[in-house]
């Protein structure tokens, strides 16, 4: 068996896949892989930018794992969809936990504020607030969703989720249908954006559900960009409503000299870091998944290509 590896940092992955699998020739494509390479390759490992790219010169898998959550390029319209493809699932629930509890903490605990107080010598002893109790509404309670659930729920948070239909899901409370989005982010003092980018989850967060949060609310969005009118975001932040919005996903990236986002009050860039992929996890996963495609099962995260996830 041929498996084409095609990621801009390689040698992880190939140092693991070349002890579990010794057996397997392994390509190493790097982030420049070509038709004459995956040649007789039926098994893609790899990031679906560097993927889609090879897929345009009319080179085809018989399935394709993706290292990343989202699959957006491999999504587009021009790209054929006559294979087997699973996005990484069940590896990003912790990291995307600290990452929301790191900012989450910050608010509470006044950290940017302090800092602003201890440039100007100023002692600052207001008190702070604890996160038990905080209102946490994750939008997208999926795999990722759920998982991060479970790693906040110890801390005391109130939790809320919306999925594509509402149905029971522990660890959260209620979990609600999209179209309860706006009832429910009024409900919030902290929103989290996880949601997948398809026709129905584009420019959601808009001026009038911005209008429906609670003005304290913190707005978290590592979902997508193209779920953010950005220029709605932006004016809710300057006429002061929102404490504030942690922002790791744009439209465009890298963000543009000259985007308001830069400079809007109370709005925190991350430059699109929030779960980075763990090559020891992501190659648990696809040794999983291939045991799961040699005996014709159901992947773990495998995409149904009209479904967008």
């Known amino acids: ?38 040649e007789g390759c039926t098994v893609w490992l790899g990031q679906p930018d560097l993927l889609a790219a090879l897929l345009r010169t009319g080179a085809r898998p018989q399935w394709l794992q993706s290292t990343w959550a989202g699959i957006t390029p ?62 946490v509404l994750v939008v997208g309670a999926g795999d990722i969703g759920t998982q991060m659930a479970e790693f906040l729920a110890p801390f005391g948070v109130q939790l809320r989720g919306i999925a594509r239909q509402p149905r029971p899901i522990a660890p959260f409370a209620e979990v609600h249908g999209l179209d309860a989005l706006a009832e429910q982010a009024a409900w919030a003092d902290c929103l989290i954006n996880l949601l997948p980018d398809t026709p129905a989850t584009r420019d959601v967060y808009d001026a009038a559900l911005f209008a429906q949060m609670p003005a304290e609310a913190l707005f978290i969005n590592i979902g997508r960009g193209v779920a953010v009118v950005d220029e709605d975001l932006l004016a809710t932040l300057r006429r002061g409503h929102l404490a ?3 922002i790791d996903v744009c ?45 014709g099962e159901v992947l773990r995260g495998e995409v149904d290509f009209a479904r967008g996830y």
């Open 244 to 246: 504030g919005a942690v």
């Open 251 to 295: 439209r465009q990236e890298p963000l543009p000299a000259g985007h308001g986002f830069w400079d809007a009050p109370r709005l925190l860039l991350t430059g699109h870091s929030s779960a980075p992929t763990d090559p020891q996890l992501l190659t648990r996963l696809f040794l999983d998944n291939l045991q799961r495609w040699q005996a």
């Open 74 to 135: 491999l999504l587009a319209s021009d790209l054929p969809r006559d294979y087997r493809l699973s996005r990484a699932v069940g590896i990003f629930g912790q990291v995307m936990a600290e990452y929301v509890l790191t900012y989450l903490l910050a608010q509470r605990r006044r950290l940017l504020g302090r800092l602003a107080t201890q440039v100007e010598q100023h002692w600052d002893a207001q008190l702070p607030s604890s996160l038990r109790g905080v209102r």
């Open 1 to 38: 068996m041929r498996i084409l590896l095609a990621d801009r940092d390689p040698e992880d992955y190939a140092g693991l896949l070349q002890a579990a699998l010794p057996q397997a020739e392994l390509v190493v494509a790097g982030e420049r892989a070509s038709l004459n390479q995956a």
